[in-house]
């Protein structure tokens, strides 16, 4: 039988292997460092640490000031993208926990520049999402994460939307013209849940609560079959009292 060997070990780059050293280094001189300084603590023959100092430099992963090395703008890039995808990781988590508890589909949305956008939904096979049949952007008139968007907007924001994205029935069941919808959200208190029944999917209905995280609009809402109508306010209720410890995840979903 043939002896086992041992696996080859990675191949390292060690020119990557040396930037990286040197990034870390410039990262605890948060008021920079020269050449020589990052060279030597960073364990790197000088001409090494200067060719790869410009190469860094040029690539915007460092910054060159008065004489010193500072971390750059790509670094920063690097590390919000990170805290981006660990924030959206959190309120994902959040909603997908709230999906299993309240047993419904749960979506949450925000209205950035100028659009509806659906930035994150929790469902599953046995309780699916409603499905994008129509563009959510182009149709929030129709559904109640829509609905509830507009709601919040002031008369300036909510006119702005509705010339880019006119008013049109989607079922037999959604509001007909602009001023239906117009009247029926001036009915409504700017922060009350909003309610439809078949108006963007036949057989479904939905709600959605109203966020209120600085200045931006954004709401939850969950979904259900319309032969399971009777759970749909008592979802409702347990979605409002879960909100306030997502309230951390959404501002900050709304900002990005």
């Not at 309240?102 to 979506?107: L, S």
């Amino acid at each position: 039988m043939a002896t086992a060997t041992n696996a080859p070990a990675p191949t390292l780059i060690v020119s990557v292997q040396r930037a990286m050293r040197l990034l870390e280094t410039v990262s605890s001189h948060p008021d920079g460092a020269p050449a020589k300084q990052l060279a030597r603590e960073a364990g790197l023959p000088l001409p090494t640490a200067y060719h790869l100092l410009r190469t860094l430099t040029h690539e915007d992963y460092l910054r060159r000031e008065k004489g010193v090395f500072i971390l750059g703008d790509a670094v920063e890039r690097l590390a919000i993208g990170g805290a981006l995808r660990n924030r959206r990781t959190t309120l994902v988590d959040s909603l997908a926990h709230w999906r299993d508890a309240i047993g419904v589909p749960v979506y949450f949305a925000a209205y950035r520049e100028g659009e509806i956008e659906i930035v994150a939904v929790a469902d599953t096979p046995y309780a699916p999402a409603v499905a994008e049949w129509a563009d959510f952007r182009e149709t929030g008139h129709a559904h109640a994460l829509g609905q509830c968007l507009l709601s919040q907007l002031d008369e300036q924001g909510r006119s702005d939307h509705l010339d880019r994205h006119p008013v049109q029935p989607v079922t037999p069941c959604s509001v007909r013209d602009r001023r239906a919808l117009l009247e029926r959200l001036a009915s409504k208190e700017r922060m009350q849940t909003v309610v439809e029944r078949q108006e963007y999917a036949l057989g479904t209905v939905c709600a959605a609560i109203p966020i209120t995280a600085g200045s931006g609009a954004a709401a939850m809402g969950i979904s259900l079959p319309l032969h399971q109508e009777e759970r749909l306010f008592e979802a409702v209720e347990q979605l409002r009292n879960a909100i306030g410890g997502l309230l951390g995840s959404i501002a900050f979903s709304i900002s990005i």
